[in-house]
């Protein structure tokens, strides 16, 4: 399972996430960047191997896409504030941590497909057992119902694109956010909150019939 680590929360991992960089870090270049003392610096990064975020050869840790999210979503259930934490976040960290759960789970996994006439771009598709799940990634801000809505309908209708071009597609749109409590529906399309993705991507089968489904008439 993606999220099974109980990080020991220090207060500075907030300021920590800027010094998530992908490939190999010294403790001497996440002081520098995170301005925390080099003897904290390493405490924090020693703590993140311990729970499996990263990996450590001689004295520089190595961090992957969706390595800061993954600390951002343990930040988050230990109640540290949304908004200061976001600003640490890209869009990049966020879809890279949905790509991954996907690909945990045997779900073949493309990022930012280009759709043409019309253009159209899905944030992270996932097939297995010839359905496909269409991903759209919302995050830094929480949204009202009717932006939500909104969002909603676009996803319909890049699915509707991507069934319409894709041989033999059978497709769900669901949109995966930061800030949700809990998975809800609109137009019987899921909108899940990044935490509960994989639990939703393992009930996903056995619950597609409630789903919006889409395919080729």
Request: charged share 30%; aromatic share 10%.
């Amino acid at each position: 399972m993606i999220h099974e680590f109980k990080l020991k929360i220090n207060p500075k991992m907030i300021t920590g996430l800027k010094g998530i960089i992908i490939g190999g870090v010294s403790p001497k270049d996440f002081s520098a960047v995170t301005k925390i003392s080099e003897d904290e610096s390493k405490s924090i990064l020693d703590e993140f191997i311990k729970n499996n975020i990263g990996t450590k050869q001689d004295s520089f840790y190595y961090f992957e896409e969706g390595d800061k999210l993954k600390i951002a979503i343990s930040l988050l259930e230990k109640g540290f504030p949304v908004d200061e934490i976001s600003i640490a976040l890209d869009w990049k960290d966020f879809e890279g941590l949905t790509a991954e759960i996907l690909s945990s789970k045997n779900f073949a996994v493309m990022r930012n497909m280009i759709l043409t006439k019309p253009r159209m771009e899905i944030d992270v598709v996932g097939v297995r057992l010839g359905v496909a799940i269409l991903i759209d990634c919302k995050h830094w801000k929480r949204y009202s119902v009717s932006s939500l809505s909104s969002v909603v309908k676009k996803q319909i209708e890049r699915t509707r694109q991507y069934v319409a071009k894709t041989e033999g597609a059978i497709a769900v749109p669901v949109i995966v956010t930061l800030y949700q409590d809990k998975v809800d529906f609109i137009e019987n399309v899921p909108i899940v909150p990044i935490f509960q993705f994989s639990s939703f991507v393992d009930e996903f089968y056995g619950n597609i019939d409630q789903m919006k489904t889409i395919e080729k008439d």
